[in-house]
């Protein structure tokens, strides 16, 4: 799109469907890295992968010609096929419907992207419910309990 710029960075959360497809250690790192590669594939800067056993962090400058919800089920539908092609999991993997978006400033970037890549730190003391509701807290969305995510403690 000619004379058409901008700065638009999304940090997007999604969650794994089913308690027994945790997203394991042994490719945790190899499926950040495949997602990283879908994003960049779509015409997206992919800033920061990261997440735990149940749900993932992404962090991208979205394109101008790209919706967030497009894009997002490029990357979970791209993703979910990926991990039952390389039978990562017993069964099939799927991701929770919707995620969490959320915009960030040009200055805010090294935060956000630090907080992404210490994911395994974080969750040492904090649960993914607990960080998912501060999240949208912090950014003053409201929400519906009964339309968030299926949340495992």
């Known amino acids: 799109m000619a004379n058409t710029y901008s700065q638009i960075s999304i940090h997007?959360?999604?969650a794994v469907k089913g308690r027994?497809?945790?997203i394991t250690c042994e490719w945790r790192n190899d499926l950040h890295r495949y997602i990283s590669g879908i994003i960049t594939g779509n015409g997206a800067k992919a800033l920061s992968v990261g997440g735990w056993k149940?749900?993932?962090h992404i962090f991208f400058g979205l394109p101008v010609t790209a919706s967030i919800?497009?894009?997002?089920?490029?990357?979970?539908?791209?993703s979910s096929r990926w991990i039952n092609e390389q039978r990562f999991v017993k069964g099939k993997f799927q991701w929770q419907a919707g995620y969490g978006a959320f915009s960030h400033?040009?200055?805010q970037r090294d935060q956000v992207?630090?907080?992404i890549m210490t994911q395994e730190e974080h969750h040492r003391t904090k649960t993914f419910?607990?960080?998912y509701l501060k999240?949208?807290?912090d950014f003053d969305v409201a929400y519906d309990e009964k339309y968030l995510f299926e949340f495992y403690d």
């Open 12 to 14: 997007c959360v999604f």
């Open 54 to 56: 149940d749900h993932v």
């Open 113 to 115: 992207i630090n907080y």
């Open 20 to 22: 027994e497809n945790d």
């Open 135 to 137: 999240i949208l807290t």
């Open 69 to 78: 919800s497009d894009f997002m089920s490029i990357v979970k539908s791209n």
């Open 129 to 131: 419910k607990e960080e």
């Open 105 to 107: 400033s040009r200055s």
